[in-house]
């Protein structure tokens, strides 16, 4: 999980994203917006092949490939949006 700030968004969509995937035990990565509610899960589904889905909502929930339901109103709990 990546919590996104202005200065390392872009590494951390694009670079690092690309590096982190050569781990074969790397298999989902989700980037959290700190600006509005916004969770983007990327998840493996072969060796070069991956799931975008994006959650805008509060009301949302993140399902994680372990099965683990994240509800963003817990990963934004105390978040003054701006």
């Known amino acids: 999980m990546e919590v996104l700030s202005p200065s390392t968004e872009g590494y951390d969509r694009g670079k690092k994203f690309i ?3 050569s781990i ?10 700190q600006d509005e509610v916004l969770v983007e899960q990327r998840v493996r589904l072969a060796p070069q092949e991956w799931r975008q889905r994006f959650f805008r909502h509060l009301e949302d929930s993140v399902i994680l490939v372990g099965g683990i339901v994240l509800a963003l109103s817990v990963i934004y709990a105390g978040v003054k949006l701006g």
């Open 24 to 33: 074969p035990s790397f298999t989902e990565y989700l980037l959290v917006s």
């Open 19 to 21: 590096s982190y995937t």
